[in-house]
C-alpha cells in the first residue's frame, strides 16, 4: 500500500470518529434532559398534595405519573394500572378537597411519538455502523490498488472499437517506403499466417523500429495494427518501471498474458530504451527494478510458440544503447529503419496533411519540399499547421505560399520577435554579420545557395542567413565542410573588418564552426596529419560506470595534435572568408545597405545584387 493511501485511510478514519462524537453528543443532548426528575413514592405524593405544593399531575399510559409542583420542580411516580389515581391515593390518604385543586391530564403515547423515540434509539446504532462499513470499503478499495499495482497499464484498441473512426493506415504514412514493404509481411502473416507456417517459415517474434524523433514511428505502428485488423496493445517504456522491485516484471507478465488471450494481436512499445538499455553498465549494476523488466521481456519475447500470432513492435531512437540479448535472433530480430524522408516523400507527407485544407492556388508542394531538407513527419506536419493558424490569424480564406513560407522559418529559426527593436549602431553591426555570411556563401564553389537573408530577429538570433540545398545530400565532401568553415567565419570577419572591433553575435558561429572542425579531425579522418583513423568514443559510454573505468583511447600526444588540427582547419577558414571579403569589400557594403534599408532580401534579390 502506498504512502498516500494509507495516509488516506488514517484521514478518513479521523473524519469518521470525529463525526461519531458529534452524532453522539446530539443524541444525549436532545434524548435526555440535564436534569432528570426525581421519583418520589405515592405515600409522598400525598404528603405533598396535602400541603398544597402540588401544581399539575400527568398520567402517561395510565401508570406514569409527571408531577409538577407549584416552585417549578417536577417529580415522577407510577401508579397501579388498571386502578383510577383518585382510588390510588386515597388508599395513603389523601384530602379530596386538596385533590381537587390539582390540575390532573391524562396522556397517551401516539405512534408516531413512538416511531420517534425508537429512531432516537436505532439512529445512532445504524450511524456506527454505516460508519464501520465505509471505513472497510475504503481500506478495502486501498488494499485493490495496491494489488493492482502489477496490472498492465497498456491501453488496448479492439477492430470492432474502431467502427466509425478514422483509421491510419498505411495510405495515412508517406515517406517510408521501404519500411511499409518490410511491414506489409507482418500483416499478411496476422492475416493469413498459414501462408508462411506451411512453407515452414517463422515470421519475426519482434520488429525494432529505428529512426529519428518525428519519423513516424508510432504512426506506422498503429497502420500495421488496423491494416492487420488486429487487436492493439500500446504501452511506453516508462510505464513499466514504478518505486517498487517487481512491479516491471509482473506488469510484462500480465501484458504477455492479455496478448496471448487476445491473439493474433500486436503488442507495441514506444521508447524501448527506457528500459531496454544495457544491463550492469552503471554503478552497483544499475536500477534493479528496469533490469528485472528488461529480464522479464527477454523471457516472455524467447517464450513465444512459432504460432502464437502475437507481434511485437518497438520503436527507438536509441539502437546503440539497447542490450544486444534485446537484439538477438529470436527476440528482436528484424530492424526497420525509418530515415527522414526525401524531396520526394516530403511532398507526398505534405499532400497528406494538407488534405481538406484551403490551399491557394500558387502553392507548390514539390517547392516546399525543396525548402525544408532534413524535415521529419512531424515538423512537416506542424508546418502546415502553423501555416493554417497564421492564415486564420490574417483573416484570411485559403492558405498562401507567403503562410507557408513564412512557417518554414518559425519551424526553423522560431518566431519572429518584432518587439526586438535593435538600434542604428547594432542594427549596422548585425546586417554586416549577416552580409558576410551571405557573400562568402555566395563567393565558394561547394556551398548551398543563399534564399534569404535578414535582420529582422527570429528565436535567439539576432539575424540570420537562410542556405538551402539543391537537391538531397547523403554524402558530403571535405571541400564542401571546408567552404562551410569559411560561411560560419563570415559574420565574425565582417564585424572585424568593418567595425575593428568583435559583438557577441559571432557566438553561435564560433561554436559551430569548433564541433564541425572537431568532427573533421576526429570522426571523418579528414585530417593529412592526424590521418583516417576515428577517435570518437562508442556511443554507448554514456553511462557512470563505463566513463570511469574506460580510459581514453589516444594518448596525450594525439590529443595535443588533434587541437592543432582543429585550430589549423579554423585558421584557414578564416582566413578564407577575410580574403573573400576584403577582395570583395563594396560588394559587403552594398549587402549591409540593403538589409539596412529594407531588413530582409530574398534569393532572386540577392542573385541579382550578386551579378552587379
Given at each position: 500500500m502506498?504512502?498516500?493511501?494509507?495516509?488516506?485511510?488514517?484521514?478518513?478514519?479521523?473524519?469518521?470518529?470525529?463525526?461519531?462524537?458529534?452524532?453522539?453528543?446530539?443524541?444525549?443532548?436532545?434524548?435526555?434532559?440535564?436534569?432528570?426528575?426525581?421519583?418520589?413514592?405515592?405515600?409522598?405524593?400525598?404528603?405533598?398534595?396535602?400541603?398544597?405544593?402540588?401544581?399539575?399531575?400527568?398520567?402517561?399510559?395510565?401508570?406514569?405519573?409527571?408531577?409538577?409542583?407549584?416552585?417549578?420542580?417536577?417529580?415522577?411516580?407510577?401508579?397501579?394500572?388498571g386502578?383510577?389515581?383518585?382510588?390510588s391515593?386515597?388508599?395513603?390518604?389523601?384530602?379530596p378537597?386538596?385533590?381537587?385543586?390539582?390540575?390532573?391530564r391524562?396522556?397517551?403515547?401516539?405512534?408516531?411519538?413512538?416511531?420517534?423515540?425508537?429512531?432516537?434509539?436505532?439512529?445512532?446504532?445504524?450511524?456506527?455502523?454505516?460508519?464501520?462499513?465505509?471505513?472497510?470499503?475504503?481500506?478495502?478499495?486501498?488494499?485493490?490498488?495496491?494489488?493492482?499495482?502489477?496490472?498492465?497499464?497498456?491501453?488496448?484498441?479492439?477492430?470492432?472499437?474502431?467502427?466509425?473512426?478514422?483509421?491510419?493506415?498505411?495510405?495515412?504514412?508517406?515517406?517510408?517506403?521501404?519500411?511499409?514493404?518490410?511491414?506489409?509481411?507482418?500483416?499478411e502473416?496476422?492475416?493469413?499466417?498459414?501462408?508462411?507456417?506451411?512453407?515452414g517459415?517463422?515470421?519475426?517474434?519482434?520488429?525494432?523500429?529505428?529512426?529519428?524523433?518525428?519519423?513516424?514511428?508510432?504512426?506506422?505502428?498503429?497502420?500495421?495494427?488496423?491494416?492487420?485488423?488486429?487487436?492493439?496493445?500500446?504501452?511506453?517504456?516508462?510505464?513499466?518501471?514504478?518505486?517498487?522491485?517487481?512491479?516491471?516484471?509482473?506488469?510484462?507478465?500480465?501484458?504477455?498474458?492479455?496478448?496471448?488471450?487476445?491473439?493474433?494481436?500486436?503488442?507495441?512499445?514506444?521508447?524501448?530504451d527506457?528500459?531496454?538499455?544495457?544491463?550492469?553498465?552503471?554503478?552497483?549494476?544499475?536500477?534493479?527494478?528496469?533490469e528485472?523488466?528488461?529480464?522479464?521481456?527477454?523471457?516472455?519475447?524467447?517464450?513465444?510458440?512459432?504460432?502464437?500470432g502475437?507481434?511485437?513492435?518497438?520503436?527507438?531512437?536509441?539502437?546503440?544503447?539497447?542490450?544486444?540479448?534485446?537484439?538477438?535472433?529470436?527476440?528482436?530480430?528484424?530492424?526497420?529503419?525509418?530515415?527522414?524522408?526525401?524531396?520526394?516523400?516530403?511532398?507526398?507527407?505534405?499532400?497528406?496533411?494538407?488534405?481538406?485544407?484551403?490551399?491557394?492556388?500558387?502553392?507548390?508542394?514539390?517547392?516546399?519540399?525543396?525548402?525544408?531538407?532534413?524535415?521529419?513527419?512531424?515538423?512537416?506536419?506542424?508546418?502546415?499547421?502553423?501555416?493554417?493558424?497564421?492564415?486564420?490569424?490574417?483573416?484570411?480564406?485559403?492558405?498562401?505560399?507567403?503562410?507557408?513560407?513564412?512557417?518554414?522559418?518559425?519551424?526553423?529559426?522560431?518566431?519572429?520577435?518584432?518587439?526586438?527593436?535593435?538600434?542604428?549602431?547594432?542594427?549596422?553591426?548585425?546586417?554586416?554579420?549577416?552580409?558576410?555570411?551571405?557573400?562568402?556563401?555566395?563567393?565558394?564553389?561547394?556551398?548551398?545557395?543563399?534564399?534569404?537573408?535578414?535582420?529582422?530577429?527570429?528565436?535567439?538570433?539576432?539575424g540570420?542567413?537562410?542556405?538551402?540545398?539543391?537537391?538531397?545530400?547523403?554524402?558530403?565532401?571535405?571541400?564542401?565542410?571546408?567552404?562551410?568553415?569559411?560561411?560560419?567565419?563570415?559574420?565574425?570577419v565582417?564585424?572585424?573588418?568593418?567595425?575593428?572591433?568583435?559583438?557577441?553575435?559571432?557566438?553561435?558561429?564560433?561554436?559551430?564552426?569548433?564541433?564541425?572542425?572537431?568532427?573533421?579531425?576526429?570522426?571523418?579522418?579528414?585530417?593529412?596529419?592526424?590521418g583516417?583513423?576515428?577517435?570518437?568514443?562508442?556511443?554507448?559510454?554514456?553511462?557512470?560506470?563505463?566513463?570511469l573505468?574506460?580510459?581514453?583511447?589516444?594518448?596525450?600526444?594525439?590529443?595535443?595534435?588533434?587541437?592543432?588540427?582543429?585550430?589549423?582547419?579554423?585558421?584557414?577558414?578564416?582566413?578564407?572568408?577575410?580574403?573573400?571579403l576584403?577582395?570583395?569589400?563594396?560588394?559587403?557594403?552594398?549587402?549591409?545597405?540593403?538589409?539596412?534599408?529594407k531588413?530582409?532580401?530574398?534569393?532572386?534579390?540577392?542573385?541579382?545584387?550578386?551579378?552587379?
Amino acid at each position: 500500500m502506498k504512502k498516500k493511501q494509507i495516509r488516506e485511510l488514517f484521514k478518513n478514519l479521523g473524519i469518521a470518529f470525529l463525526l461519531f462524537l458529534i452524532i453522539a453528543g446530539i443524541f444525549s443532548l436532545y434524548s435526555s434532559p440535564f436534569e432528570k426528575p426525581q421519583e418520589i413514592s405515592l405515600s409522598a405524593l400525598v404528603s405533598q398534595i396535602n400541603e398544597g405544593k402540588v401544581k399539575e399531575i400527568e398520567i402517561i399510559n395510565e401508570e406514569e405519573l409527571t408531577i409538577k409542583l407549584k416552585d417549578g420542580i417536577e417529580e415522577k411516580s407510577f401508579k397501579e394500572k388498571g386502578t383510577g389515581l383518585g382510588d390510588s391515593l386515597k388508599n395513603y390518604g389523601v384530602d379530596p378537597e386538596k385533590l381537587a385543586l390539582v390540575d390532573v391530564r391524562v396522556k397517551s403515547v401516539s405512534g408516531r411519538e413512538f416511531l420517534t423515540g425508537m429512531a432516537f434509539s436505532i439512529l445512532p446504532v445504524l450511524l456506527i455502523l454505516g460508519l464501520l462499513w465505509f471505513m472497510l470499503s475504503q481500506a478495502q478499495k486501498a488494499n485493490i490498488q495496491a494489488m493492482g499495482f502489477g496490472r498492465s497499464l497498456a491501453r488496448m484498441i479492439k477492430p470492432e472499437e474502431q467502427k466509425g473512426k478514422k483509421k491510419t493506415t498505411f495510405k495515412d504514412v508517406a515517406g517510408v517506403k521501404e519500411a511499409k514493404e518490410e511491414l506489409q509481411e507482418v500483416v499478411e502473416f496476422l492475416k493469413n499466417p498459414k501462408k508462411f507456417t506451411s512453407l515452414g517459415a517463422r515470421i519475426p517474434k519482434g520488429v525494432l523500429l529505428v529512426g529519428p524523433p518525428g519519423t513516424g514511428k508510432t504512426l506506422l505502428a498503429r497502420a500495421v495494427a488496423n491494416e492487420a485488423g488486429v487487436p492493439f496493445f500500446h504501452m511506453s517504456g516508462s510505464e513499466f518501471v514504478e518505486m517498487f522491485v517487481g512491479v516491471g516484471a509482473s506488469r510484462t507478465r500480465d501484458l504477455f498474458r492479455t496478448a496471448k488471450k487476445n491473439a493474433p494481436s500486436i503488442i507495441f512499445l514506444d521508447e524501448l530504451d527506457a528500459i531496454g538499455r544495457h544491463r550492469g553498465a552503471g554503478l552497483g549494476g544499475g536500477h534493479d527494478e528496469r533490469e528485472q523488466t528488461l529480464n522479464q521481456i527477454l523471457v516472455e519475447m524467447d517464450g513465444f510458440e512459432p504460432d502464437v500470432g502475437v507481434i511485437v513492435l518497438a520503436a527507438t531512437n536509441r539502437p546503440d544503447v539497447l542490450d544486444s540479448a534485446l537484439l538477438r535472433p529470436g527476440r528482436f530480430d528484424r530492424r526497420v529503419i525509418l530515415d527522414l524522408p526525401d524531396i520526394e516523400g516530403r511532398e507526398k507527407i505534405l499532400e497528406i496533411h494538407a488534405a481538406g485544407k484551403p490551399l491557394a492556388k500558387d502553392v507548390s508542394f514539390r517547392e516546399v519540399a525543396e525548402r525544408t531538407p532534413g524535415f521529419s513527419g512531424a515538423d512537416l506536419s506542424n508546418l502546415v499547421n502553423e501555416a493554417t493558424i497564421l492564415a486564420a490569424r490574417r483573416n484570411k480564406k485559403n492558405i498562401g505560399k507567403e503562410e507557408i513560407f513564412a512557417s518554414i522559418e518559425k519551424v526553423l529559426l522560431g518566431p519572429e520577435r518584432k518587439s526586438h527593436i535593435l538600434s542604428k549602431h547594432e542594427k549596422k553591426i548585425t546586417a554586416y554579420h549577416e552580409a558576410g555570411h551571405a557573400l562568402v556563401a555566395a563567393s565558394l564553389p561547394h556551398t548551398d545557395p543563399v534564399h534569404k537573408v535578414s535582420i529582422i530577429a527570429r528565436g535567439r538570433a539576432a539575424g540570420y542567413t537562410l542556405k538551402l540545398p539543391k537537391e538531397d545530400k547523403r554524402l558530403r565532401t571535405k571541400s564542401e565542410f571546408l567552404d562551410e568553415l569559411s560561411v560560419l567565419f563570415g559574420g565574425y570577419v565582417a564585424e572585424k573588418l568593418v567595425f575593428k572591433e568583435l559583438t557577441t553575435g559571432a557566438t553561435n558561429d564560433l561554436e559551430q564552426a569548433s564541433f564541425l572542425a572537431r568532427k573533421l579531425v576526429t570522426e571523418y579522418g579528414m585530417s593529412e596529419k592526424i590521418g583516417p583513423i576515428s577517435y570518437v568514443e562508442r556511443p554507448d559510454m554514456v553511462f557512470l560506470g563505463r566513463d570511469l573505468i574506460e580510459k581514453h583511447r589516444y594518448s596525450e600526444e594525439i590529443a595535443r595534435k588533434i587541437d592543432q588540427e582543429v585550430a589549423r582547419f579554423i585558421g584557414n577558414a578564416c582566413k578564407k572568408a577575410k580574403k573573400i571579403l576584403v577582395k570583395k569589400r563594396k560588394k559587403l557594403d552594398e549587402i549591409a545597405a540593403r538589409l539596412i534599408e529594407k531588413e530582409t532580401i530574398e534569393r532572386k534579390e540577392f542573385e541579382e545584387l550578386m551579378k552587379e
